[in-house]
């Protein structure tokens, strides 16, 4: 393991996982042997895991952290600026994510500074709905910038919990010319592409109906009351950059 830092790493990617300590170590396996030396995983623990054994068996062996319960949102946000700020780039990834493609991060980030100047998100295909990305270009396993992060005060908005960011990445891309899709890199997302296995404990609470609405409460109050401001910020900040 290499320690985290600006001077070593210039994508670090963040997974939140839950009860799910097998599938982790297949993704893992999958982004070690597809990134690039200058980007780095951090895992995310929850101390009442009732899975936390099973983790704690191989887990020392990678970045990461054991602290309290938090939302998707809570983790994302808490890494990336209480933990790793200024780091040039992030990624969110699940541990039902499986990298398919060889030096994604290089391809992705080069794609996102060519295509929007960092601005937005980067994604590439995760294979659901019939690998057809187009159909609701909704981001997957999605990039982002600090300068991004730092401009608007969040990565996702705080009033989130662990569904919608996908909807908001769309939205905020779309806004501001910066939803960029690289059909070249495939990052799989199992549990939509069909992995075979019956819905676990994590899909049945997270895309609950119940867990749905409050996504798009969330997304309403962001409309209503944050977009405008992060739109205008991120003019000022592009404009500032020329």
């Keep these: 393991m290499l320690k985290i830092s600006p001077d070593n790493t210039k994508l670090l990617s963040i997974c939140c996982t839950f009860r799910r300590p097998t599938m982790l170590i297949d993704m893992l396996k999958t982004h070690y042997t597809t990134r690039s030396d200058d980007t780095q995983i951090l895992i995310y623990l929850h101390d009442d895991d009732p899975y936390l054994d099973g983790y704690k068996k191989y887990i020392n062996d990678h970045n990461h952290i054991i602290d309290r319960h938090r939302n ?4 994302i946000n808490h890494v990336v600026f209480d933990l790793y700020p200024n780091i040039e780039y992030y990624q969110i990834i699940c541990d039902d994510h499986l990298y398919r493609t060889r030096m994604w991060d ?27 990305w ?16 730092k401009t608007l005060g969040y990565v996702y908005p705080r009033k989130f919990e662990h569904q919608g960011f996908d909807y908001y990445a769309k939205d905020l891309g779309l806004s501001i010319n910066g939803l960029v899709f690289v059909p070249e890199v495939v990052i799989e997302h199992l549990w939509y592409a069909g992995c075979g296995k019956e819905p676990d404990e994590n899909i049945k609470e997270k895309y609950s109906d119940e867990a749905y609405k409050r ?4 997304l309403d109050y962001w ?9 205008k910020n991120i003019k000022k900040a592009r404009m500032e950059e020329l």
């Design 72 to 75: 998707m949102q809570e983790v």
């Design 106 to 132: 290089k391809i992705l980030v080069n794609r996102f500074v060519e295509k929007s100047n960092g601005w937005g998100f980067c994604c590439g295909r995760d294979l659901i709905n019939g690998d057809n």
């Design 134 to 149: 187009h159909m609701f270009q909704h981001p997957s396993a999605e990039i982002w910038s600090w300068k991004m992060a």
């Design 215 to 218: 996504a798009m409460r969330a």
């Design 223 to 231: 409309k209503s009351n944050e977009k405008s401001i992060a739109l």
